[in-house]
């Protein structure tokens, strides 16, 4: 990926700016599409309780987290996972657990990212 590329939003933890891994030429304003290389993007329609956004009239937002900043959460037990039979009946619900090298994702991290 070349340093040319446009930037995917950045991770909403560390402030990380991401690059977009469909390697995009238009960096000017928000991105047509939000695709980051080395980093997890996220949508939401709201949530009930949410004092910030609820979604009334079909709005989504949208953000990215970081492979480090996602690992270190896993670690610390701040990620769910399961899997979703239909829209709201999910199994095997527990502590998400990645199942990585997470040695070889922090040394792609530090050769990206200094």
């Known amino acids: 990926m070349s340093e040319e590329t446009a930037p995917a939003l950045p991770c909403i933890v560390c402030g990380k700016q991401l690059r977009d891994a469909m390697h995009s030429e238009d960096a000017l304003g928000p991105p047509e599409r939000n695709q ?3 980093g997890t993007a996220f949508t939401t329609n709201g949530h009930y309780g949410s004092t910030v956004f609820d ?6 937002i949208e953000i990215n987290v970081c492979d480090i900043c996602l690992l270190d959460a896993a670690r610390e037990h701040k990620v769910m996972f399961f899997v979703a039979r239909r829209k709201t009946e999910y199994t095997d619900r527990g502590w998400w657990v990645p199942d990585v ?4 994702v922090r040394e792609i991290d530090r050769k990206r990212h200094g």
């Not at 979604?55 to 989504?60: K, L």
């Not at 090298?101 to 070889?104: F, H, I, K």
């Open 36 to 38: 980051p290389y080395a």
């Open 55 to 60: 979604e009334v009239f079909g709005q989504t």
């Open 101 to 104: 090298d997470e040695e070889r």
